[in-house]
Nanobody, 128 residues
Framework: QVQLVESGGGLVQAGGSLRLSCAAS????????MGWFRQAPGEEREFVAV????????YYADSIKGRFAISRDNTKNTVYLHMNSLKPGDSAVYYC?????????????????????WGQGTQVTVSS
């Protein structure tokens, strides 16, 4: 399984921006769609965004649509989550994950079961 390491989390004021990065250990990274999920204390892990193997297709959770953008650079084995207009409700541990699929299929790409490798997570805290 590919090893994934997230970075870029931190404390930001409401309305601010952050960019999360997820670096993969293997070139096989580029063969898989990549997703971001988040988990707040006492809550279940939830889907945030996914991008296909070549960056051609993306899909977002309604709660962050228009504020977050996912992108990837296959030459650097890295996927990004650009987060703008952050709200206190966005506070969570953010995880990147490698999909079992190369493409984006919303019914599968939004489910935890659609992924087989996970990073350790990075904390995002948005203050009001």
């Amino acid at each position: 399984q590919v090893q994934l390491v997230e970075s870029g989390g931190g404390l930001v004021q409401a309305g601010g921006s952050l960019r999360l990065s997820c670096a993969a250990s293997e070139r096989t990274f580029r063969m898989h769609a990549m997703g971001w999920f988040r988990q707040a204390p006492g809550e279940e892990r939830e889907f945030v965004a996914v991008i296909s193997w070549n960056g051609g297709n993306t899909y977002y959770a309604d709660s962050i649509k228009g504020r977050f953008a996912i992108s990837r650079d296959n030459t650097k084995n890295t996927v990004y989550l650009h987060m703008n207009s952050l709200k206190p409700g966005d506070s969570a541990v953010y995880y990147c994950a490698s999909s079992k699929l190369a493409s984006v299929i919303p019914s599968r790409s939004t489910s935890l079961d659609g992924y087989d490798s996970w990073g350790q997570g990075t904390q995002v805290t948005v203050s009001s």
